[in-house]
């Protein structure tokens, strides 16, 4: 069975997961890309992976990077991503996978561009269902969460498309570190009374985290909104700036009300995702979530608002691949295909 390498190519991170045969953990690595302002990148960046890695002769790929806004449509960004990997490797022609569970060469992808756009989340819970029958797969990442129902080992999702899982609860649009904070709060609390924050770019919610401790400056893996860096104290000063102050009007206990409320808010709005998808799956909805993605935390404090019970995905597949979820399920899905009897 040959070495396989995965891929999870999103609009702001690259992860790659590297498969050989009798290994129970894959090896991944994560560059840091932000594909709206430097796409020619890309394939220097795949290179660099791979080079991390070790080489592979088959390659898994699934994407979110066509929703990336200097691409004007999904069907031009699904193109550039496999132009790239035709440039990085022109020796290997990668497979393809899409959210109807199938891998496709990069010539069907291209004609049926819809089909694989953002199917990673599909390659995640098909991996989940085989270790856990019946569960809510709930995987924070940096910039949205996926809860992704599995019902008697089958996954049970309504939507299919972005759109599609963002009405039905099952996709939302907030993660653990790039989320904007005037998306998640309109106020917050001073000094007893709720302030309106700035409707600017001035802090993340990485910031939030960060300056609570849930995080550290090693976990903010993203660019600062104000170019500056990452301790906890350039922290709290962009969270200042969301209330037009600094951290000499506001001093730590104001910057801590401000973190608790966004970090209060972000799990609420995710909460009411879980229940949405709970409502719809009525007596079949599992009773446990499993949770995965750099903020695990969150999706932890999530189920058990929720009444469910928790199990990491770091117990089964390992703390590296857990938090990689989709470029290590493409990789473990490829190298059975290619193990299966009949296949070439």
Aim: aromatic share 6%; glycine share 10%; hydrophobic share 45%.
């Amino acid at each position: 069975m040959p070495t396989v390498i995965g891929w999870d190519v999103g609009g702001a991170n690259i992860k790659a997961a590297r498969l050989e045969h009798g290994q129970t953990e894959p090896q991944v690595v994560e560059h840091v890309l932000p594909l709206w302002r430097e796409r020619h990148r890309l394939p220097s960046v795949l290179s660099d992976a791979v080079h991390a890695l070790g080489g592979a002769p088959a390659m898994a790929v699934t994407m979110t990077a066509e929703l990336a806004d200097c691409f004007a449509t999904k069907r031009e960004g699904v193109g550039f991503v496999l132009d790239a990997f035709q440039t990085a490797f022109p020796d290997i022609e990668p497979w393809i996978y899409g959210t109807d569970g199938v891998f496709t060469p990069p010539s069907v992808a291209r004609r049926q561009p819809f089909r694989v756009a953002a199917a990673n989340w599909m390659a995640s819970a098909t991996v989940v269902a085989r270790h856990f029958p019946d569960a809510l797969f709930i995987d924070v990442g940096s910039t949205t969460t996926d809860i992704i129902p599995i019902v008697g080992g089958r996954v049970v999702a309504c939507g299919k498309t972005d759109p599609a899982r963002l009405r039905t609860g099952e996709l939302i649009y907030t993660g653990t570190l790039r989320t904007p904070i005037c998306a998640i709060v309109r106020t917050v609390p001073r000094r007893g009374r709720r302030c309106r924050v700035a409707a600017e770019h001035f802090a993340i919610v990485a910031d939030a985290h960060l300056w609570r401790g849930a995080i550290d400056s090693d976990d903010y893996t993203c660019e600062t909104p104000d170019g500056r860096g990452r301790s906890r104290l350039e922290a709290g000063a962009r969270l200042a700036r969301m209330v037009c102050a600094d951290l000499e009007m506001l001093g730590a206990h104001g910057i801590s009300d401000i973190a608790e409320a966004v970090a209060a808010t972000q799990l609420r709005q995710i909460v009411n995702g879980v229940r949405q998808v709970m409502r719809r799956l009525g007596t079949r909805c599992p009773r446990i979530a499993v949770v995965a993605g750099q903020g695990a935390f969150i999706a932890q404090a999530t189920a058990m608002e929720c009444g469910l019970g928790v199990e990491d995905l770091v117990d089964r597949l390992g703390t590296a691949a857990a938090r990689a979820v989709p470029a290590a399920a493409v990789a473990v899905l490829l190298h059975e295909t290619l193990a299966a009897p009949g296949v070439p």
